[in-house]
């Protein structure tokens, strides 16, 4: 059985709203130092860039409405397969505080245009 388009977008902003609480008040310095918090914030990043991928072979249309989507996908990728002494915790907080807020109002967007499951 496919899943609606809806819950991935569901998730992408559960879990963008999670990595923003995560976050929230850190400099760099301590969210470095916080290993549970930079776990949570990458799995966090993780959920959104598959929920992602999943939606554009679902649904392309809806997918190409999100800007830098394949961006999104590809830094996925990155925390999946890269050497986790080679994640630069400051560029994945950077994206959290300057791209997330962004991929939010989009993903919030599309949730009220599709509107509730019926």
């Known amino acids: 059985m496919q899943r609606d388009s809806r819950a991935y ?10 990595i923003e609480w ?14 549970l918090v930079h ?3 990458e799995r966090k990043f993780e959920i959104i860039g598959e929920s992602l991928n999943q939606l554009a072979k679902q649904d392309a249309a809806l997918a ?19 050497d986790t ?11 959290a505080r300057e791209a997330l807020p962004t991929l939010r109002s989009v993903i919030a967007a599309l949730i009220k245009e599709l509107g509730q499951k019926e």
């Open 64 to 82: 190409s409405r999100i800007p830098r989507i394949h961006e999104i996908i590809a830094f996925r990728n990155i925390l999946i397969h890269g």
């Open 85 to 95: 002494l080679l994640i630069e915790r400051a560029r994945v907080l950077r994206i």
């Open 9 to 18: 977008l569901w998730d992408i902003d559960q879990a963008a709203g999670a």
């Open 39 to 41: 776990s949570a914030v």
């Open 22 to 35: 995560f976050v929230a008040g850190l400099d760099l310095k301590t969210y470095e130092q916080m290993e």
